[in-house]
């Protein structure tokens, strides 16, 4: 819809005047998306303060790039910093904004010797956060196949099937319900490996007394959802409920937290605080949660040290965790939208779940 990308060009060329550069070149891969609507490994988008937008990307997009923006003066070709820096100059512009968490200092020295450049910093990341109605629909449709695939997915979880059979089996799943790919490879962690908050599934079978945790999510058109629920196999020890029903409370007391005008700080505080009166403070060491979109993980980051509010239509996630080394783990993850009211996009219970399937799998079925 070039009319949206038209309309974020302008809010851009804003930003553009605020810096004082006759020009900005674009060159993160998802920032190019969000401005233009190509999504394209190799692509840079030149755009003045004033007037039109020049897009380049090399010949394996060019198509793609006809199709999605037919509203941009389009330039076919390889070396696309360089070959926009040079039509900068051609132009008249001699000041121009850079993203300088994107740029090679290789190519940042290349491109000054022939034009001024001046940070743009985040600007284009900050226009991101708050999200408009059409992504907003997309995020929701991610997260709405993500629910669906642990769903369905729920029912082959059983003694014997490996971690990285049931990870293989929800991206699968996610796949057949639309998702263009998994947001990010899918964390399938069971028994001890729960302990490891990035576990990467490997072909542990999973046992009964595992508490087991799956932290995935779809990608739909261009957009990322990113979920976690931990299962208990068998009926849970003790201690498993404990830490289950903790992360559940501190979780609920994040999301009750993340409302416009609220401090990022205040609403990761809001979940740790809980765990760290419960004695687990160690045992909770990553951020409360991040923003989401083009990116899985984006501003606004919700953690130890981080600052800023949250503003309206703010998709983030909430996902405290209690870790116990050589034991095992639990985390809960959602994604929210900030707005007046409470706006879960994922619906998955967060009640813990006992799967009984008692019979042991095999995996992949015996075909004999
Ligand atoms: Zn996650
Ligand atoms: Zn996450």
């Not at 001046?118 to 629910?147: H, M, N, W, Y």
């Not at 849970?236 to 700080?265: K, N």
């Not at 605080?273 to 160690?282: S, V, W």
Request: charged share 25%.
């Amino acid at each position: 819809m070039p009319e949206i990308h038209e309309a974020r060009r302008r809010r851009a060329q804003e930003k553009i005047v605020e810096v004082g550069a006759d020009a900005a070149l674009i060159t993160s891969r998802q920032n190019i998306t969000y401005l233009t609507g190509l999504a394209s490994s190799n692509a840079a988008v030149l755009i003045p303060a004033d007037g039109a937008a020049v897009l380049a990307t090399d010949s394996r997009y060019a198509l793609a790039a006809e199709r999605d923006c037919p509203d941009l003066e389009l330039i076919i070709e390889r070396f696309v910093e360089t070959r926009l820096a040079t039509e900068a100059t051609t132009r008249g512009m001699r000041v121009v904004a850079f993203e300088a968490h994107e740029m090679t200092v290789q190519r940042h020295a290349e491109l000054t010797k022939t034009l001024t450049l001046v940070e743009f910093g985040q600007a284009i990341e900050e226009l991101r956060v708050s999200k408009d109605p059409t992504e907003l629909e997309l995020i929701a449709t991610a997260c709405r196949i993500s629910d669906q695939a642990l769903s369905d997915t729920f029912r082959l979880i059983r003694p014997g099937l490996t971690e990285r059979a049931l990870a293989a089996a929800l991206d699968r799943r996610m796949a057949e319900l639309g998702a263009a790919r998994p947001a990010f490879d899918t964390i399938v962690a069971s028994g001890p490996n729960g302990a490891i908050p990035h576990h990467s599934p490997v072909d542990r079978p999973l046992r009964r007394g595992d508490l087991i945790t799956m932290d995935f999510g779809a990608m739909y058109g261009g957009y990322n959802a990113d979920m976690t629920r931990t299962v208990a196999l068998g009926e849970p020890a003790g201690w498993q409920r404990e830490i289950y029903d903790l992360v559940a409370t501190a979780q609920r007391a994040g999301i009750d937290a993340a409302r416009p005008g609220a401090d990022v700080a205040d609403v990761d505080a809001a979940a740790r605080d809980l765990i760290r009166d419960a004695g687990h403070d160690e045992h909770f060491q990553h951020g409360l949660g991040h923003g989401i979109g083009l990116e899985v993980h984006e501003a606004p980051l919700m953690g130890y040290g981080r600052t800023g509010k949250l503003g309206t239509r703010v998709p983030v996630t909430v996902e405290p965790g209690v870790y116990l080394p050589g034991k095992g783990g639990v985390r809960i993850e959602d994604v929210l939208v900030t707005g007046d009211s409470l706006h879960l996009l994922t619906k998955t219970t967060r009640e813990l779940l006992v799967l009984l399937a008692m019979e042991t799998f095999t995996w992949p079925p015996r075909t004999t």
